[in-house]
Nanobody
């Protein structure tokens, strides 16, 4: 059984930075896509960024230039460095692992950007 454990959320002022981490455990195939999604109150879950096992990345337009996704394949861990945070980045952030036709989700970590 695959498990995803997120950490690093919290409260930060506008313009500040946070780094999210997500560690995957269980049977994980080497070819996969890991990513981050977020869901704000009253809104649908949306893609933030993804990264393939070959390190190809994809970002939502709203975070390009501010967020950076990276991964450590040896540790099955994905990171999201978030800089220049805005109030509209406030949401629950979910880690995702996509293997073939399967999707796995973490429990979510709250990110609140407020002064």
């Amino acid at each position: 059984q695959v498990q995803l454990v997120e950490s690093g959320g919290g409260l930060v002022q506008p313009g500040g930075s946070l780094r999210l981490s997500c560690a995957a455990s269980g049977i994980i195939f080497s070819i996969n896509v890991m990513g981050w999604y977020r869901q704000a109150p009253g809104k649908q879950r949306e893609l933030v960024a993804t990264i393939t096992s070959g390190a190809a990345t994809n970002y939502a337009d709203s975070v390009k230039g501010r967020f950076t996704i990276s991964r450590d394949n040896a540790k099955n861990t994905v990171y999201l460095q978030m800089n220049s945070l805005k109030s509209e980045d406030t949401a629950v952030y979910y880690c995702n692992l996509h293997i073939a036709t399967l999707n796995y989700w973490g429990q979510g970590t709250q990110v609140t950007v407020s002064s």
